[in-house]
């Protein structure tokens, strides 16, 4: 459903193709706004309170409330244009598609790959010292599938080890 496996050459098609889970981006969004807007109303209610340390929870709040509403409006932005949302495995690179910071990086400028459990996401270390973040986000693929999909085609190129690890 979300990857769609090619048996193309390199120059014809990638091996995998995932993309943007459209529907649970907008899930996401509406949860982070609903829960932005019971903190903005929770936040009202306890800066009415004839006590300070109410207010400077209120205030805490609002802050996070103000992240919360940032994250979903760019989950929104993202489901606007889903086709410039993806992940590709070809057999000689990996591609980011995104418009903001898209990437290709080719097999052997990556030195490991990492799961970080704690940020959900699954980190690319180069060769160069970075390390590219790729979050879960694709259509019918979990974290542990995701990782294990990208190490999978980067042994198959040849440079994998036993660097696929969880963390």
Not at 54 to 76: D, Q, T
Not at 107 to 115: F, Q
């Amino acid at each position: 459903m979300s990857a769609q496996d090619n048996a193309a050459g390199p120059d014809d098609a990638p091996l995998v193709r995932f993309e943007l889970d459209v529907q649970a981006d907008r899930q996401t969004s509406v949860i982070r706004g609903v829960a932005a807007a019971i903190l903005l109303l929770a936040g009202l209610w306890t800066l009415l309170l004839p006590f300070s340390v109410p207010r400077m929870v209120a205030v805490i709040g609002f802050v996070f409330a103000g992240l919360w509403l940032v994250r979903a409006a760019g989950l929104r932005r993202r489901a606007l244009h889903p086709e410039s949302h993806f992940l590709e495995l070809w057999p000689d690179r990996l591609v980011l598609g995104d418009p903001e910071q898209g990437q290709e990086l080719a097999w052997d400028a990556i030195a490991g790959i990492e799961l970080d459990e704690d940020a959900l996401v699954v980190r690319l270390h180069t060769r160069g010292g970075d390390s590219v973040v790729i979050e879960p986000c694709y259509r019918g693929i979990a974290l542990y599938d995701l990782r294990d999909a990208i190490a999978e085609a980067w042994q198959e190129a040849g440079r994998g080890c036993a660097s696929a690890q969880d963390d």
